[in-house]
């Protein structure tokens, strides 16, 4: 299990195959969460102990790994049944984490702000008439603007 990190560096994560959607939300809350589809458990304990990523695994029989009861890898057992959010709102309490800046919720990579005319051969023409805020992924490159959508998942975090 893990322990508290109130100075270091925000903690990174690696979500198992199911955890797809935790991954995202944890990227909105503003966390660098890795998820590939339909990886075994042998390359995720691999990945999670080269990376020193937190390992997020719903799957009881992985967490009693030797790695994982050694401490060699950090993990975080989340519970069953738990819809998205709900499971986010479990690692957000159990690892005390607070809300960060939004990260790219396709990768987890850095949002940084751009310029509004620089989104212009992008953005859907009606977005770009009344949005000004736009930022793209450092990592993915990928195009956001702060629209209904992006308001929508801020106030469920809120919600936190
Ligand atoms: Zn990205």
Redesign the pocket.
Same mark, same amino acid.
């Given at each position: 299990m893990c322990e508290d990190l109130p100075n270091a560096a925000a903690p990174a994560f690696w979500c198992d195959a199911m955890l797809g959607g935790l991954a995202r939300w944890l990227r909105a809350a503003g966390y660098d969460a890795a998820w590939q589809e339909g990886i075994d458990d042998a390359e995720l304990l691999r990945l999670a102990l080269a990376s020193g990523r937190i390992l997020l695994t719903a799957d009881t029989r992985l967490a009693d790994h030797g790695a994982i009861r050694s401490g060699r890898i950090r993990a975080l057992l989340v519970p069953h049944g738990m819809g998205k959010f709900d499971q986010l709102a479990f690692v957000v309490r159990a690892l005390a984490l607070p809300l960060r800046e939004p990260r &790219?919720m /396709? &990768? @987890? @990579?850095a949002l940084r702000a751009i310029p509004k005319e620089s989104a212009r051969p992008e953005a859907p023409p009606r977005t770009y008439a009344w949005c000004d805020e736009f930022c793209r $992924?450092s990592? $993915? /490159?990928?195009l956001f603007w702060r629209g209904t959508h992006w308001r929508r998942i801020e106030s469920r975090l809120a919600a936190l």
């Open positions: &790219c /396709a &990768c @987890g @990579g $992924c990592r $993915c /490159a990928k």
